[in-house]
């Protein structure tokens, strides 16, 4: 990322009128698909993360609930980040079920009737929060 923004900083300094305008637009270009490229190998990385620590029936189960969950009128960029997003909330309640519940965590399960969140609600919950309204 360094390289990038030293050849970028380079090129403004070198490049006067209409071929700074080239050079603009091509790295306008450049950061959209560094930002793309970025996204899925980050999204690859959390996959093999699954891959790692997870059974493949339980790998086959959270599929078939990710697919359950996305609209059918999402694109393919949105499937990818809801995936993602889903898959990062079920890592955090995976996480958080494993720890020792104190007496607080008790009596909120206690009044919530026992009903356990799931990934795709904490996913819509995070994303009505952030201000993204109602996206699932």
Known sequence: MDNLMELE???MAIFIDEN???WDDN???IKSSLGK???ISETYHLKLKMMEALEPSEID????DILNHIPWNYSDDEACKYEHDYLLAYNELKESQSKKKNLWDKILNVLAGG???TPA???QMRRWMDGEGDTV
């Open 9 to 11: 900083r380079i090129g």
């Open 20 to 22: 700074l305008q080239k």
């Open 27 to 29: 790295w306008k270009e």
């Open 37 to 39: 490229i970025l996204s």
């Open 61 to 64: 189960l959270l599929t078939m």
């Open 115 to 117: 009903v356990e969140e």
């Open 121 to 123: 609600h904490r996913v």
